[in-house]
């Protein structure tokens, strides 16, 4: 919303004042650019070099209705601004007048309001006020949505949508309450936009995720690119070049026709459109996908270690000392942002210290969630955590 607001306003920066889904303590700023998505890392950069060492400011005595009255600040109506927008791109009449069930979790974060406003005969679940998010972080992923995915199996849901809690990161659960992670639904959305809405565009995805976006953009003749993790390194070139979709591991995806910017409502938006246009279950549609990619499962495990175990770890990934774990053997490394071994039949593994939180993340891909996590089970023994 604050994104739109900055294109639609023709504003010079957004702010967001966030802890995203980390604990308060990690309270800071999400500044967004004129563009209407992440401000770029060089103008994250110069905002940074104007804070002082000190600030001096007494902001217990600035008056924010003084402010008002002399029209210094004012308020805009992001939410009916970001609603109005939706509407001029979606049949919300399709959707909302389905024989489809959609559910929707807003982990009490920021989505709650614009989704009972826009899908009213959506079955809804944590979608009021609670600061501590009920003592679950408001992150999108399968362990802190289990609640979620046991609601969708007993109220005859055909899916769910969940959102973080700044709503701009997506989780999704077919109708047997099973999980969907980030890698299936970028496929499912380039499978979508490309054939059945015939846009065309490049796809750029971060580094940790599927190969088989690869063969999926290759399939429909599109140009593919791998970025660093982070979406801003996506929004830079969502701004200079024709990209149909940019997309993240972590549910961060952006699509042609919106802003260059995460929006995990957008997103379900448009995986809901797709189930009601074209009559199928996301099951249905993910065999589609399939068809085209193979079949595959993705799991990831974060590995709270020592400082100097993470140190050693990254030290021999650097200097090439892995070259297999376990019975895995390493046909090939890719050290685009952390290392990403790959081994026999299209499985993967990456490893990378995470950039916000004193972890080490692992990653894995294989034909089935099972081996996937046998390969995450081996790694953790090889590397001593």
Same mark, same amino acid.
């Given at each position: ?82 609603? /109005? ?166 549910? &961060? ?14 997103? &379900? ?75 026999? /039949? ?40």
């Amino acid at each position: 919303m604050v994104s739109l607001g900055v294109v639609k306003e023709k504003a010079s920066l957004g702010i967001v004042i966030t802890a995203s889904h980390n604990p308060a303590s990690y309270n800071g700023y999400k500044l967004k650019g004129d563009f209407g998505g992440p401000l770029l890392p060089k103008d994250v950069t110069d905002v940074e070099d104007l804070i002082p060492e000190h600030n001096n400011i007494d902001l217990d005595n600035i008056n924010f209705s003084q402010l008002l009255n002399d029209k210094k600040v004012k308020y805009i109506d992001l939410e009916t601004m970001y609603c /109005n927008h939706v509407r001029e791109y979606f049949d919300l009449e399709a959707i909302n007048n389905s024989e489809m069930n959609f559910a929707y979790d807003a982990m009490f974060g920021s989505g709650m309001n614009v989704v009972r406003k826009l899908l009213p005969n959506t079955q809804l679940l944590h979608c009021d006020e609670n600061p501590s998010f009920k003592g679950i972080a408001p992150e999108p992923i399968y362990r802190n949505l289990k609640e979620f995915s046991e609601f969708i199996k007993n109220n005859n849901i055909d899916c769910g949508l969940a959102t973080d809690g700044d709503a701009d990161r997506i989780g999704f659960f077919n109708s047997s309450g099973e999980f969907i992670d980030a890698h299936h639904l970028i496929l499912l959305l380039i499978h979508y936009l490309s054939k059945y809405k015939k846009i065309e565009g490049k796809v750029v995805t971060a580094f940790s995720c599927t190969d088989r976006i690869k063969k999926m953009c290759a399939h429909y003749n599109l140009s593919q690119e791998t970025v660093k993790i982070g979406f801003k390194h996506i929004a830079g070139k969502m701004i200079s070049e024709d990209v149909l979709l940019g997309g993240e591991e972590s549910g &961060g995806i952006a699509t042609k026709g919106h802003i260059p910017e995460r929006d995990g409502i957008w997103m &379900g938006l448009i995986l809901f459109e797709f189930m009601v246009k074209s009559g199928k279950t996301i099951e249905d549609l993910i065999k589609e996908v399939y068809e085209i990619v193979g079949s595959f499962a993705f799991e990831r495990v974060d590995l709270h270690i020592s400082s100097k175990l993470k140190d050693d770890i990254i030290k021999k990934c650097t200097n090439d000392e892995f070259l297999s774990f376990g019975n895995y053997k390493v046909l090939r490394t890719e050290k685009i942002d952390g290392f990403k071994f790959f081994f026999e /039949n299209d499985a993967w593994l990456l490893i990378r210290p995470s950039g916000t939180e004193p972890v080490l993340r692992t990653y894995a891909e294989s034909s089935t969630s099972e081996k996937a996590f046998d390969i995450l089970h081996t790694v953790k023994s090889a590397i001593g955590a």
